[in-house]
């Protein structure tokens, strides 16, 4: 009767944190719709004039939305603003931009290295028809910077508040194509070419766009590896899954961004909400053993979320002198941000894992677990404001919260498989719901 108790203690306790992280994925599923992504510019020197062709949101730009460190227009003070934008037809939003070019010119630096910024005209704004309002409309505008005479090469500044640049010379040999945060110059540009970053360079700066895809951007590629990690935290099972995994997202991502595959992303995203789905349930019902047919399964979906992975290198664009590197770079990235999914989940369930195996409750780990999951509410508080996007990270703090909540139960319960029932199993059923809201939004709504 006793351990009848303490069980149904520990599965009301699931049930409480399972709901309230139900709550924050869906929130955050639905402000996903409103991702920050980079501008993309286009550099070309004709009779010694700069062009540049910059497509991207102009909307968050006509808003005046700061964009350095937000990766959800949601976050932002001035958030309503930008949908009434979004929701404007082609001319009168490009009225509206030409209208405040002023102020953004201002925050746009094109120069001569040790000179003063040169002054920049607006030759043209296209902005496409209203589409989803849900999703953000992707405009063009072009200006132009004339050159002083004898100039042999040039600077790009991008403000903060513009958020990232991806800006690419064209018509040269060897260009210059970087990544700029916000509020970077670039390096001198050489206007006759021969700018072209380095392997090392390309490799190092998008190791950085991997891991940020994964922690905190990528909420259905931590599900999907914790789905991994719940069947069984030991190091076999889970190697043999996260290699599959590995391999597979690689050669999909390489043949992806090569052009050699190219799959719509209404089918991926779906299809990639559905391994979550599956890898969930199979949790459920396997019990902590790996199947023989898994690792071939985990394999087929880490195709598919080779595919997610190409479409966000599609936002950020390759450097043609550095695409190997580059592309190298960002599956390491991709690499580290698992691997700190993984390494994290481990810490959290050790003591967890380490009762169910001897067989006895823990009071003090149980005590431990609860004070930790109760600590993570102010530690957010403190660190949430001072950082530029709260939506991506919500959902992470309360993950955190929520698998110690659940620890502390399995740590204080007295059952033969208390880390199974009480953390592993309750912990699937809630992935595997969220993981079919995201099936029935990315193909319904």
Same mark, same amino acid.
């Given at each position: ?39 993309? *510019?286009?550099?070309?020197? !004709?009779? =010694? ?19 350095? =460190?937000?990766?959800? @227009?949601? /976050?932002?003070?001035? &958030? ?34 040790? %000179? ?46 513009? %958020? ?12 210059? /194509? ?7 110059? !670039? ?5 006759? *070419?021969?700018?072209?970053?380095? %392997?090392?360079?390309?490799? #190092? ?14 909420? /259905? ?32 991502? &390489?043949? &992806?961004?090569? /052009? ?27 019990? %902590? ?23 966000? #290198? ?46 006895? @409750?823990?009071? #003090? ?8 999951? #109760? ?14 996007? @709260? ?35 309750? &912990? ?14 990315? @193909?319904?709504?």
């Amino acid at each position: 009767m006793v351990k009848f108790v303490q069980v149904a203690k520990g599965v009301r306790l699931s049930a409480v944190l399972s709901v309230a992280l139900a709550v924050w994925m869906t929130m955050v599923s639905v402000a996903r719709a409103h991702e920050v992504t980079p501008s993309i *510019g286009d550099m070309t020197q !004709s009779d =010694g004039t700069l062009s540049f062709a910059i497509a991207g949101n102009i909307e968050s730009f006509v808003a005046g939305i700061d964009l350095e =460190g937000l990766e959800d @227009t949601n /976050d932002a003070e001035n &958030a309503e603003l930008y949908d009434e934008l979004r929701a404007l037809p082609p001319e009168e939003m490009a009225e509206r931009f030409r209208a405040a070019w002023d102020q953004i010119a201002a925050d746009i630096t094109v120069r001569v290295p040790g %000179g003063e910024p040169l002054p920049l005209e607006l030759t043209d704004v296209i902005v496409p028809e209203v589409g989803d309002t849900e999703l953000a409309r992707s405009s063009s505008f072009t200006f132009t910077a004339a050159l002083p005479d004898g100039a042999r090469e040039a600077e790009v500044g991008w403000a903060p508040r513009l %958020g990232a640049l991806v800006l690419r010379q064209q018509g040269v040999g060897d260009p210059y /194509d970087g990544y700029l945060e916000g509020g970077a110059m !670039s390096p001198p540009i050489a206007l006759a *070419g021969g700018s072209a970053v380095t %392997g090392m360079a390309a490799l #190092l700066n998008y190791i950085p766009v991997g891991i940020d895809h994964i922690v905190p951007l990528g909420h /259905d590629h931590i599900l999907f590896v914790l789905g991994l990690f719940l069947l069984s935290p030991r190091i076999g099972t889970l190697l043999w899954q996260v290699s599959a995994f590995t391999v597979a997202h690689t050669i999909t991502l &390489a043949l &992806a961004a090569l /052009d050699i595959v190219n799959v719509p992303a209404s089918v991926v995203e779906p299809i990639i909400a559905a391994s979550i789905v599956y890898v969930a349930v199979e949790n459920i019902y396997r019990e %902590g053993s790996l199947s023989l047919w898994r690792p071939f399964v985990v394999f087929g979906f880490g195709l598919l979320h080779g595919l997610g992975f190409a479409s966000v #290198l599609a936002d950020y664009g390759l450097p043609d002198s550095g695409f190997v590197p580059a592309l190298i770079g960002f599956n390491v990235g991709v690499e580290i941000g698992q691997l700190a999914v993984i390494a994290v989940a481990f810490m959290i369930t050790r003591v967890a894992v380490s009762g169910e195996e001897e067989g006895r @409750t823990n009071l #003090l780990g149980s005590a431990i677990y609860l004070l930790l999951a #109760l600590a993570v509410i102010p530690v957010a508080a403190v660190i949430l404001p001072n950082v530029g996007s @709260t939506g991506d990270l919500v959902p992470l703090f309360a993950a955190v919260a929520i698998l110690l909540g659940l620890c502390a139960a399995s740590t204080a319960t007295d059952t033969e498989m208390p880390y199974e029932a009480v953390v592993a199993r309750p &912990a699937s059923i809630l992935i595997a719901l969220i993981g079919t809201w995201w099936v029935v939004e990315r @193909t319904l709504l």
